[in-house]
């Protein structure tokens, strides 16, 4: 997507932006300037306007640049790099609702709900050309899905119930009066029913121009239901059938969705990882980063500091249990980690990784391709060190993911999922697997999505892997001299082991100022 998609003008912002959920924002329409909701939606201008603020959200550091991942950090893959109480306490599951660093994608996800709501009211009276008309409602129907696919998996079970469900019929309800539902599948179907309806009106990606590019389009739809099904299929497993159905949708799809493979298993994983790929048939749906803007994922989780060349924030760390998780022979492990020593390019220094800084003695490679050029800043990386993004659309879908999706599905039916597993291994440079089970699965997960919103901490809920895996300490390489690539190290742990409560902590709690005024129940246990 142009950056031309994240710039509102004065009144969508005054007329949408400021609408947030379950509390008093939700109904109220007091016009705060000189545009009121009642008389924007009039114009074609108006209506791409409302289109364009369903992305605003996407690239904000409370949503896609490490607000969700900080629910991701709690896995097995990695630490939160430095001492922090308030992401300590996250990681350890030691949580009161009150955290800063996880209030925010509850209602501002609501508040991208309320807006596609909007157009979902206005739109269709509008007098615009069909073409248009049909895309705008698409757009709305798919990402009022998509927040809901992150909230309802984030907050909600069969337990607490799902989250409450605010759509253009029930918009105008008095505030404090939506109530959640018994389950979470309640959401899933919800959210079913909203992507198949963006699916019908969507065009594909191909169809769109350059200026249009990171706009919601079929396939996304369609990987966004093969998700919903497979998250679904943990109180349902008749739903493994849809996650087949809806994954080789994917592929038929007519817009030549593959995995990036020329045959050169490094080299492809490498770019794969890039700007580079921006808008390859692997990537299904990013965050759409410019040098200006983006999601801050890669400065996050880069060195603290930068070495002194860059203002990295030095979160996310990997664990040596994801470095021993890699096959030997596995390229995608040089690709996705930096070990002391490992050599690598930084603002066009040849530089051997080492840190003084990560507790793991480890970091994530994935996201540093734009930060080896010389001239990287301005041109490759964010100049505001505040703000560390690239020009990398960090992916949140790649097509990988749909093929693994397929597989688990399948073994889980008692089928074969060998064929979409090895295709991914293929172009990992591994040789096949036969009869996959579900612990190749998780393996081959685990190593393919690594670092990624793939969502490495929620497959270990759905599996009913979690109390396990935290029940074990997390370990790194504590290096005898910090400061020397070729320091020797021992395997030490770095994070104790964890009590995860699976009856309570599959899901998060709620942000109590949501709680408090929407008057929803808190998810129990909390």
Known sequence: MKNILYKLSTAMVLSLGTLSSCSDDFT???????????????????????????????????????????????????????????????????????????????????KIIRRANDILLNVPDMEISATLKNRILGEAYFMRAFHYFWIAHTYGDDVSGGVPIVTEDNMFDDAGSYSRPSSVSENYAQIIEDLQKAYELLPLFTEYSSDDLGRAHKDAALAYMAKTFLYWAEYDPSKYADVVTY?????????????????????????????????????????????????????????????????????????????????????????????????????????????????????????????????????????????????????????????????????????????????????????????????????ERRVELAGEFANRHFDLVRWGDAEEAYAQPLYGRIHTDRSNPDSPFNVSIIWPARDFDPATMGVWPIPNQVVNSSGIAQNKGW
């Open 247 to 443: 994954a080789d949708a994917v592929t038929n799809s007519g817009s030549g969705r593959s995995l990036y493979d020329t045959d050169q298993p490094e080299l492809d994983f490498r770019l794969l990882h890039s700007h580079r790929n921006n808008w390859g048939p692997e990537y299904i749906w990013s965050v759409v980063s410019g040098v200006n803007d983006g999601s801050k994922l890669p400065g996050v989780a880069l060195e603290n500091k930068g070495w002194g060349k860059y203002n990295g924030w030095g979160y996310y760390m990997p664990t040596n249990g994801l470095y021993e998780e890699y096959e030997e022979e596995d390229i995608r492990r040089s690709v996705t980690l930096l070990k002391f020593g490992d050599e690598f390019k930084f603002f066009g220094e040849d530089r051997r990784y080492q840190s003084e800084n990560s507790l793991s003695g480890l970091q994530f490679n994935k996201y540093m391709y734009e930060y080896q050029f010389e001239d990287a800043i301005g041109t490759y990386v964010n100049s505001n060190g505040n703000n560390p993004g690239t020009i990398y659309n960090v992916p949140l879908m790649r097509y990988a993911e749909v093929l693994l999706m397929k597989s688990e599905a399948l073994i889980m039916q008692g089928l074969n999922g060998d064929e979409p597993i090895n295709r991914v291994r293929d172009r990992a440079g591994l040789p096949p697997v036969s009869n996959a089970t579900m612990d190749d699965l998780k393996h």
């Open 28 to 110: 109220n329409l007091d016009p705060l300037g000189s545009t009121s909701y009642e008389n924007f939606f009039q114009t074609e201008q108006d209506a791409i306007e409302a289109a364009n603020s369903l992305y605003f959200y996407m690239k904000d550091e409370d949503m896609f640049s490490r607000g969700f991942f900080w629910f991701i950090n709690a896995s097995d893959d990695m630490v939160t790099g430095r001492i922090n109480s308030t992401a300590d306490n996250i990681k350890n599951f030691n949580m009161t609702g009150d955290e800063g660093y996880t209030y925010w994608m509850y209602p501002q996800s609501y």
